[in-house]
């Protein structure tokens, strides 16, 4: 979904982070992800636009998308 989704939104920079990782790591603990799947919405200035759980439809992802556009 996440694949498709990105496609379909190509005015935004999508970015998949594996928490396993060193990087990702740097990262969860910057953005407070304690769990997974997470989505982390920035906006341009890097301020934060939503932090929260991810949606498990296409759907509600992308309602997600527009509403924090």
Same mark, same amino acid.
């Given at each position: 979904? #996440?694949?498709a989704?990105? !496609?379909q939104f190509t005015d935004?920079? #999508?970015e998949q982070v594996n928490i396993d990782e060193p990087s990702g790591q740097e990262l =969860? %603990? !910057?953005y %407070?992800?304690?769990g997974i799947p997470r989505l982390v919405f920035l906006d341009s200035s890097n301020q934060v636009l939503y932090n %929260? %759980? =991810?949606p498990m439809d296409a759907e509600s992802f992308h309602g997600l998308i527009n509403?924090? !556009?």
């Open positions: 979904m #996440f694949d989704t990105k !496609r935004i920079s #999508f =969860a %603990g !910057r %407070g992800v304690t %929260g %759980g =991810a509403q924090h !556009r």
